[in-house]
C-alpha cells in the first residue's frame, strides 16, 4: 500500500498552478509521473502523490523539474482564474475512479494520435525521400545517356575524318603505283624490242638443233618425273602424355606464376593445421568443419550434454577463431555449468566479434549483453549486470522480459545500499 504524500505546497497565479512535492531521497530516476488536464499523480516507491484538480489545465504545456530531492510542477490554467482550492472537493471514490479512468484513456488516446502522427509524418518523409531519390536517379540517368551520345557523335567523327584520311592516302598510293607501272611498262618494251632483234637471229640456228635434242629432252623429262615422286612412309604409332594440371584452365591460358604461388600457400596452410591440431588426422571430413561442429554443438546443448557441446565448439574455435557464434554458444554452455568468469570471457569475445553495430548482428549482440549480464549478476556484481542489460535494452527497447530483469536488478541495488 503506497503512503500518500501531504506535506506539499502550492501557490497559483490567475494564469498558472506552482506545485512543489520532495522526493524524500528517492533516486530521481525512479519517479514515475503522469499528468493529464484534470488529474496529476507522481509515484516513487512507497510513496505517493495524487490530485484531483480543481480546473482543467493545458497539459501539453505544463512543465515538471526535478532535482534537489523535489519535484516543482508549473501547470497552466486553460481559463485566468483564481482556484478556491488545488483539488476537487467532495470527491468521493467513485467519482476519483471515473476521473483515473477518464484520464488514462485520454493519455491513451493522445498517446494513439501522437503515434499515428509520427507514422504519417515517417511516411511522408519515406515518399519525399524515394521521390528525390528517384529525381537524382532520372538526373544521373540523363546525364549518362546525353555523355553517351556526345561520345558516340565524337567517335563518330573521328572515325569518319579517319577514314577521309585513309581514303585519301590509298588514292595518293594508287597514283604513285599507276606513274611507276607506267615507267616500268616502258622500259620493258624497250627491253622487248632489243630482246626481239636478239632472238630473230638466234631462232634459224635453234631451227636446226631442235630436230637433234628433241629425243633428247622427251628421255629427260621422264626421268624428272619418276625422281620427283616421293617413296610411301612405313607404317608407325604416335604416343602423346598430357601433363596433370591442378587447375582447369589450358597452360597457355593460365598465369604459372601466381598459381603455384598460391598452392605454395594452401600447402603451407594445411601443414601449419596440421602441425596445430595433431588429431584432426583421427577425424572425419565433415569433423574438420567449424560449420559442422558448431550444429554438433547445437545438438548436444539441446539434449543438455553441456560438456561435449564445449568440446565441439572448442574444435570449432581452433579451427577458425572468427565465428561469433561459437563463443556465443559456448557462453551459454558455461552459464548453465556456472563456470561464470569463462562465460563472461566467451560473451565479451563475441561483442569484440560482432562489430561494426549493424541490424544484422543485433540478435547476436542482444544475447551477448545478456549473458554476460547473467553471470555478473549470478557473480553478485549487480551494477555491471545491469549495464549489460540496459545496452541490450538499447537494442531492443520493447522487450518485455529484459525489461522485467533489468527492474529487478535495479530493486536488488537499492536493497543493497540501502541496507549498506
Known amino acids: 500500500m503506497p503512503v500518500q504524500v501531504s506535506d506539499y505546497s502550492w501557490q497559483q497565479t490567475k494564469a498558472a498552478v506552482f506545485i512543489s512535492v520532495p522526493l524524500r531521497g528517492v533516486c530521481v530516476r525512479d519517479a514515475d509521473v503522469f499528468c493529464t488536464e484534470n488529474y496529476l499523480k507522481v509515484n516513487?516507491?512507497?510513496?505517493?502523490?495524487?490530485?484531483?484538480?480543481?480546473?482543467?489545465?493545458?497539459?501539453?504545456?505544463?512543465?515538471?523539474?526535478?532535482?534537489?530531492?523535489?519535484?516543482?510542477?508549473?501547470?497552466?490554467?486553460?481559463?485566468?482564474?483564481?482556484?478556491?482550492?488545488?483539488?476537487?472537493?467532495?470527491?468521493?471514490?467513485?467519482?476519483?475512479?471515473?476521473?483515473?479512468e477518464k484520464s488514462i484513456l485520454q493519455a491513451q488516446e493522445r498517446a494513439k494520435e501522437a503515434t499515428e502522427a509520427k507514422a504519417a509524418a515517417r511516411r511522408e518523409d519515406?515518399?519525399?525521400?524515394?521521390?528525390?531519390?528517384?529525381?537524382?536517379?532520372?538526373?544521373?540517368?540523363k546525364k549518362i545517356e546525353d555523355m553517351k551520345e556526345n561520345e558516340r557523335l565524337k567517335a563518330t567523327k573521328e572515325l569518319e575524318a579517319w577514314k577521309e584520311c585513309q581514303r585519301k592516302a590509298e588514292e595518293q598510293k594508287r597514283i604513285q603505283r599507276a606513274e611507276k607501272f607506267c615507267e616500268q611498262g616502258k622500259q620493258i618494251e624497250e627491253e622487248r624490242n632489243k630482246l626481239k632483234h636478239k632472238s630473230l637471229t638466234r631462232i634459224a640456228a635453234s631451227r636446226n638443233l631442235a630436230t637433234k635434242g628433241r629425243n633428247s629432252e622427251n628421255i629427260f623429262l621422264e626421268k624428272l618425273k619418276e625422281d620427283s615422286i616421293?617413296?610411301?612412309?612405313?607404317?608407325?604409332?604416335?604416343?602423346?602424355?598430357?601433363?596433370?594440371?591442378?587447375?582447369?584452365?589450358?597452360?597457355?591460358?593460365?598465369?604459372?606464376?601466381?598459381?603455384?604461388?598460391?598452392?605454395?600457400?594452401?600447402?603451407?596452410?594445411?601443414?601449419?593445421?596440421?602441425?596445430?591440431?595433431p588429431e584432426l588426422s583421427d577425424l572425419k571430413e565433415e569433423e574438420k568443419n567449424p560449420e559442422w561442429l558448431k550444429d554438433k554443438g547445437n545438438e548436444l546443448f539441446a539434449k543438455e550434454n553441456y560438456l561435449a557441446a564445449i568440446n565441439a565448439y572448442n574444435l570449432a574455435i581452433r579451427l577458425n577463431n572468427k565465428i561469433p557464434l561459437l563463443y556465443l554458444n559456448r557462453a551459454a554452455c558455461h552459464l548453465k555449468l556456472k563456470n561464470l568468469h569463462k562465460a563472461i570471457e566467451d560473451s565479451s569475445k563475441a561483442l569484440e566479434l560482432l562489430t561494426p553495430p549493424v541490424p544484422d548482428n543485433a540478435n547476436g549482440r542482444m544475447k551477448a549483453y545478456i549473458r554476460r549480464g547473467t553471470a555478473f549478476c549470478q557473480l553478485e556484481l549487480y551494477i555491471e549486470g545491469l549495464q549489460d542489460y540496459e545496452a541490450a535494452l538499447k537494442i531492443d527497447p520493447s522487450n518485455k522480459i529484459v525489461q522485467n530483469d533489468a527492474e529487478k536488478i535495479r530493486k536488488i541495488i537499492q536493497g543493497t545500499e540501502l541496507k549498506s
Do not use: C
Request: glycine letters at 2%; proline letters at 5%; charged letters at 30%.
Open 44 to 100: 516513487f516507491s512507497p510513496f505517493l502523490f495524487e490530485v484531483f484538480l480543481y480546473a482543467p489545465i493545458d497539459d501539453e504545456n505544463s512543465k515538471a523539474k526535478i532535482g534537489n530531492d523535489t519535484i516543482v510542477f508549473t501547470l497552466y490554467k486553460k481559463e485566468v482564474a483564481m482556484w478556491e482550492n488545488l483539488s476537487v472537493s467532495g470527491a468521493d471514490k467513485e467519482m476519483m475512479q471515473r476521473i483515473r
Open 126 to 141: 519515406q515518399k519525399y525521400a524515394l521521390n528525390v531519390m528517384m529525381k537524382i536517379e532520372e538526373e544521373e540517368r
Open 230 to 277: 616421293p617413296a610411301p612412309r612405313s607404317v608407325g604409332s604416335i604416343k602423346i602424355n598430357f601433363t596433370p594440371r591442378v587447375f582447369p584452365t589450358a597452360l597457355r591460358e593460365s598465369q604459372v606464376a601466381e598459381e603455384e604461388e598460391w598452392l605454395h600457400k594452401q600447402a603451407e596452410a594445411r601443414r601449419a593445421l596440421n602441425t596445430d591440431i
